[in-house]
RNA sequence: GGCCCCGUGGUCAAGAGGUUAAGACAUCGCCCUUUCACGGCGGAGACAUGGGUUCGAUUCCCGUCGGGGUCACCA
C-alpha cells in the first residue's frame, strides 16, 4: 500500500490535475494586465466593505486592460440564503460593478475559467487533494469534532499554542495501512494538509498594501476537505485562484494571517502565487471603539441602505475611492467634470489602517455629485429611486416630465448649482411646494419673520399679486418691483440703507421678500423666488396667497 | 494570551531628520446676497507616551500605553 493507493481508496473518480491545468491556460493578456476578482459568499446582501474591495479590484484590472471576475465562495452549507448570488450580482450592478467574468445569476455564468461557484467546482478541488495525498502532503483525519475540542482544552490549560501541529496532529503520522484500514472500516474523515512548516522559522512576505511583513511559517494541518467533500476557503482560493489565473488577490485584511499558511499551499500545490493586497477595513465608531462596520449592529453596512436612502452609486463610489486614495480629492477638483473610469488608483498609496466610516462626508459628496447632474438626470435617477421607495412622490412626477424638469432646472446648469439634495429621499422635501397635491396634504408652518403683523401681510400679498406681479417680467424687473412694493410699504428699498439707518426702518426688502416667500412655499429658505414664481404662474400664486395663514 | 498590523486636528488624511506640519469634511466668523444653499476670505483645532541615536526628532530604534486583525470541518 502506497500513498496513490491510498489517493484512489480515497477518490477514486477523480481527473488527474492535468486536465485542468490545460483546460484553464494561462491567460493571453498584455504585459502588465492585472487579473483580479471579487469573491462574495452568497449570505443574502453584499457588506459596504465588499463593494469597496470590488471597486478596487475592478478599477485595477480595468486599468491595466485585464479582467476582474466574480467567483461566488459557498463552501460553507449552512449559511446559504436563497437567491443568495443573484441578489449579489444584482447589488454590484447597482453600483457599477461588473465583471467580465463570473455568475451572472443564480445558475448562470460567462467567461472561460469557470463554474464560477465553488459549489459547482467539486470534482476540481478532489482531483487536487488527491494529489496532494499521492505525494504525502495531505491525509485523511479521524478525529472528531470532540477529539479536537478536547485537544484545543488541553493546550489551552497547558497555556501552549493551540490547533492541530506537530504532536498534537494525531491523524499525520498514521501509517497508510492504518488509514486505508480505517476508510475500509467506514469511519468518518476529512482531509487534511500536511504542513511542511515550522513554527521557528520566519517566512517573508511583502504585501502591496501593507507592506514587508514577517510572519512564523505555517505549521497547521488545516483542513482542506471538510466532511461534506467540500473544500475550506484556504484550499478553494488556492486552487481556484490559480485555475482562474488571479495575479493579484485584492481582499480585506482579516486575511493577512492566513498569508503564510496560503504561500504553502501554493507552494505544496506547484502553484506560482499571486500578489496580495489586503485592504483595511472600514470602521465604525461605537462609543469611543473603532470597529468593523457590521451587517448585524449597523444599517450602513448593507449596500441596500445606500440603495434605499437614494444616494448616487457615483457618490457612494467617489467616497469609496476617497477613502481609497487621498488624492482623490485633489484630482476630482482639478478634473471636475471627468469620469472616476480615468482616476488611476494607485494601490500603494492605500491605508494600512482603517478609516472610520463618514457618512457626512459621504452626504456632502452626494451634494456635489447631485449638483453636476442635469436636470434630465435628477428627474430620471429621483424618478427610479421614487417608483421603489415613494411611490406618491413617482406619480407627480411622472404625471408631468415637463414640469419636473423645470422644476429640477431652478438654480441648475450655472457656474455655482445648488446644492441641497444630497441623496434621493431629499427630493420631496426640496420640491414639494412646487406641486399643489403635495404642499396642500401637509399642514404648512408660515412664519413670516421680521414682518408679522397681520395687516401689514395682508397688504403686501394683495398689493404684489394686483399690482406688481407680471408673469412676463425679466429677473430684474421682477426684484425691482418688489423693491417698489418695499417703499410703498414704507420699508427700505435696499439692505444697505436699512443697515445704514435701521431706526428709520422697521423692515426691508429682503424682509418683503421673506413675506412672499413665505406664503408662496410656507418656507424661509428656497432657491430663486423669481425661478419659482415663473413655474408656479399668476393663478397658483395668487390660490396660494389666498391660503396662506396671516398669523 | 500567542502572532501580526497601526497610532498626525472631531473625521479622512499629505508630509519630511531642520517645514509657519498641506488639503478635504465638520465647526466658528466675515463677505457676497431678496432667503437658504453655493462661492470667496479668515479663525480655532494635531504629530499617543517614556527613553535613546543625533547638533537637531513628530519623522529612525527600543519600551509603555492605546486601537485593530487573527488564532474553526465560517468565509
Not at 31 to 49: D, K
Request: hydrophobic share 35%.
Amino acid at each position: 500500500m502506497d500513498y496513490k493507493n491510498l489517493a484512489n481508496l480515497i477518490f477514486p473518480e477523480a481527473k488527474e490535475i492535468n486536465y485542468y491545468e490545460e483546460k484553464y491556460p494561462e491567460r493571453n493578456l498584455k504585459e502588465g494586465a492585472i487579473v483580479t476578482r471579487i469573491a462574495p459568499s452568497p449570505t443574502g446582501f453584499i457588506h459596504i466593505g465588499g463593494l469597496y474591495q470590488g471597486l478596487i479590484a475592478k478599477k485595477l484590472a480595468k486599468q491595466t486592460d485585464g479582467v476582474f471576475f466574480i467567483r461566488i465562495e459557498d463552501t460553507d452549507q449552512k449559511r446559504q440564503v436563497e437567491n443568495g448570488t443573484a441578489e449579489i450580482i444584482n447589488s454590484l450592478n447597482k453600483f457599477g460593478l461588473n465583471p467580465d467574468e463570473g455568475m451572472i445569476n443564480e445558475t448562470e455564468s460567462k467567461g472561460n475559467y469557470g463554474p464560477y461557484k465553488q459549489s459547482m467546482r467539486k470534482e476540481i478541488y478532489q482531483s487536487y487533494a488527491k494529489y496532494l495525498i499521492e505525494q504525502g502532503k495531505a491525509y485523511p483525519c479521524f478525529c472528531s469534532p470532540e477529539e479536537i475540542e478536547e485537544i484545543r482544552q488541553k493546550q489551552e490549560a497547558a497555556k501552549i499554542r493551540p490547533g492541530y501541529y506537530g504532536v498534537w496532529a494525531k491523524c499525520r503520522n498514521l501509517s497508510i495501512e492504518e488509514m486505508a484500514k480505517k476508510i475500509e472500516a467506514g469511519e468518518k474523515y476529512i482531509i487534511r494538509f500536511k504542513s511542511p512548516g515550522r513554527e521557528d522559522r520566519k517566512i517573508k512576505h511583502h504585501d502591496l498594501i501593507k507592506g514587508n511583513v514577517d510572519f512564523p511559517e505555517n505549521d497547521q494541518d488545516i483542513v482542506i476537505i471538510k466532511a461534506d467533500g467540500l473544500p475550506t476557503y484556504h484550499f478553494a482560493h488556492a486552487i481556484d485562484d490559480h485555475l482562474m489565473r488571479t495575479t493579484h488577490v485584492i481582499r480585506g485584511d482579516e486575511w493577512l494571517s492566513s498569508v503564510p499558511l496560503h504561500l504553502q499551499l501554493f507552494h505544496e500545490l506547484g502553484f506560482k502565487a499571486p500578489k496580495y493586497a489586503h485592504i483595511a477595513p472600514i470602521m465604525k465608531n461605537d462609543n469611543g471603539n473603532k470597529r468593523k462596520l457590521s451587517k448585524r449592529k449597523d444599517p450602513e453596512a448593507a449596500v441596500a441602505y445606500y440603495v434605499e436612502m437614494g444616494i448616487p452609486k457615483e457618490a457612494v463610489n467617489e467616497y469609496l475611492l476617497n477613502i481609497a486614495n487621498s488624492n482623490f480629492e485633489n484630482w476630482r477638483r482639478a478634473n471636475k467634470d471627468a469620469s472616476i473610469d480615468e482616476f488611476e488608483l494607485q494601490i500603494n498609496k492605500m491605508s494600512v489602517s482603517g478609516a472610520l466610516f463618514d457618512m457626512v462626508k459621504l452626504l456632502d459628496v452626494g451634494k456635489t455629485v447631485i449638483s453636476k447632474f442635469t436636470a434630465e438626470e435628477v428627474y430620471n435617477q429621483a424618478l427610479e429611486w421614487a417608483e421603489i421607495y415613494d411611490k406618491d412622490l413617482a406619480e407627480v412626477l411622472k404625471k408631468d416630465k415637463e414640469y419636473a424638469l423645470k422644476v429640477f432646472g431652478i438654480e441648475r446648469g450655472n457656474k455655482k448649482p445648488r446644492k441641497d439634495i444630497a441623496k434621493w429621499s431629499d427630493v420631496r422635501e426640496n420640491i414639494e411646494y412646487m406641486y399643489d397635491e403635495m404642499f396642500n396634504s401637509k399642514k404648512q408652518e408660515y412664519n413670516y419673520q421680521v414682518i408679522s403683523d397681520k395687516e401689514s401681510i395682508e397688504k403686501i400679498l394683495k398689493l404684489y399679486i394686483e399690482k406688481y406681479f407680471n408673469e412676463d417680467d425679466d429677473k430684474q424687473t421682477w426684484f425691482d418691483k418688489i423693491k417698489e412694493l418695499a417703499g410703498e410699504m414704507g420699508y427700505a428699498k435696499e439692505v444697505k440703507e436699512f443697515k445704514a439707518n435701521p431706526e428709520k426702518y422697521k423692515a426691508h426688502v429682503g424682509d418683503v421678500s421673506t413675506v412672499l416667500r413665505v406664503a408662496l412655499t410656507g418656507r424661509t429658505n428656497t432657491p430663486d423666488m423669481y425661478e419659482i414664481m415663473q413655474i408656479l404662474g399668476k393663478d397658483r400664486i395668487r390660490n396660494r396667497f389666498q391660503k396662506a395663514d396671516r398669523d
